[in-house]
């Protein structure tokens, strides 16, 4: 039987540190990231984060916060839905049309129609982010289509003259 030549190590595996044998030109080539196989080169490419709820690591590219339904369903739990939603556009109109109702009547302000649940919150500076009571009107929806229908009327007819 012959022996088969085998080099002595010279480095070690970034990943696994298993001892290997690399010609010197590739070491200095790659800083010194040396891999005994395409698995352990594939580790070591991974950009991982870790889980929110449990801390298992997780790859970071698939804009993912948690690692399973079960966490996922762990973190939703602490959110108390309801409070303090910023954006939910609706619930903050609903509120503010419920305070209205309070202060105000429930018929339209400029009408009087009786119906208060089809009632607009309509903003006199047509300021949307303007919720001070007295920039507010609550109004049916005729009355605030005529309202913009006319306002609409007026800029075209100054643009024509």
């Not at 991982?48 to 916060?65: D, Q």
């Not at 009087?112 to 009107?137: A, C, S, T, V």
């Amino acid at each position: 039987m012959t022996e088969r030549y085998i080099r002595k190590p010279n480095t070690h595996c970034k990943v696994c540190e298993k001892q290997i044998y690399k010609r010197p030109s590739q070491i200095e080539l790659n800083n010194g990231n040396v891999f005994c196989n395409n698995s352990c080169y594939g580790i070591f490419c991974r950009n991982e984060k870790p889980c929110i709820v449990c801390g298992e690591m997780i790859l970071s590219g698939l804009h993912k916060k948690t690692c399973s339904r079960t966490c996922s369903n762990k973190n939703r739990a602490g959110i108390k839905y309801g409070i303090r939603q910023p954006n939910n556009k609706v619930r903050a109109q609903e509120i503010i049309k419920s305070r209205l109702i309070e202060i105000r009547s429930m018929k339209c302000e400029s009408c009087g129609y009786n119906k208060y649940e089809i009632l607009h919150i309509h903003h006199k500076d047509r300021n949307r982010l303007n919720n001070d009571f007295g920039n507010l009107e609550l109004i049916c929806p005729n009355c605030h289509h005529e309202k913009h229908y006319i306002e609409r009327k007026k800029l075209e007819n100054k643009t024509k003259i």
